[in-house]
DNA sequence: ATCAAAATGTTATAACATAACGATCCAGTC
DNA sequence: GACTGGATCGTTATGTTATAACATTTTGAT
């Protein structure tokens, strides 16, 4: 069996329960203004990988400020640091953390269909990439892995559909 | 031990000899143009990933041709049908492929000082991504798994440095 | 109140990528 | 040789993502 510490979607906590940019915010000490908190909490609620520029257009109308590109770019450079969001390279595009984390080896479901993203951490991949690297002699910083395909709620739409 | 199946920088051959485009072409039945061609050979010469606008730059005098943007990544594009060429998300660039493949697990280790890239071949990553995406129910396409950080020689020069 | 750090505003531009449509090249066929 | 279909390329324009540079405002501590 795998070490699936996350199997729900990234925008859940494990036991199903959305975290509030306030428990965060509690947990970590931390002071989120309100750009960084209305990105956080509307990824939260889309659960699946949003670009800077869809970020602007959705927000607009809902706060005080302008949100210009390098307003959205420096707010999510901070939840990145954070750990309370990941950029997802395949898609330039950005998707709340299953929980706040840094630096271990997450790997990322995305689906084609839906845009559904699953975060996971597994200990069996990052071994596998850290011994990997260590025969190259390589040391290893930011690791990137994202998997793209179908998810098991298309998949079985898929089947539907054709079984008709 | 691991399956690492291939230990050189991306643009040689394990035997460390570069391959010519005509020997690919021979052996695969296919018809390269200048454009596809030439950039398929700067990309071996130069061994690390180079994004499409440096290509641009970088062919424009050895060229009889204009090379815009679509013509660029129309070349782009083909040679990564033939997996001669993989994108590096990470850096929105290029890479020769160590040998032409298709729709594997392939990693690259990429490091952020020199821009050296290596690509393996890991059946034991395949294998846990496999058991992770069967755990979801999810049905993987496209595997992307850059990791970045510092190669051996980076490494060594950087100790050596910090010795004086 | 004063100050320093953090966040944001503003303007402009860099860097990456594709749409749309016409022209050309080239191998195989008549 | 002329014809033809498919692949490639030219050209123009535009869309999309990301950052540089510098001014201003907000925030929180002293
Ligand atoms: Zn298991
Ligand atoms: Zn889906
Ligand atoms: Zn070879
Ligand atoms: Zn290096």
Redesign the interface.
Known sequence: M?T?LQ?KPAHQCPEGRPLSAEEVCAERGLQLSEVQRSILEYLWRRGQPVGAYGLMRELKGTLTRQLSPPTVYRALEFLQKEGLVARI??KNAFVACARPHRNRAY?Y?I??TCGAS?E?E?A??EA??A???A??????????????????DC?SREAANAGC
């Open positions: 795998n699936l199997r390279e395949t790997v479901f689906c084609d699953v996971i597994s069996e991949i596998q990439v011994h990997d690297a025969f190259l002699g390589f040391r290893i910083g930011r690791r990137v892995i994202e998997l793209e395909g179908t998810c098991a998949l």
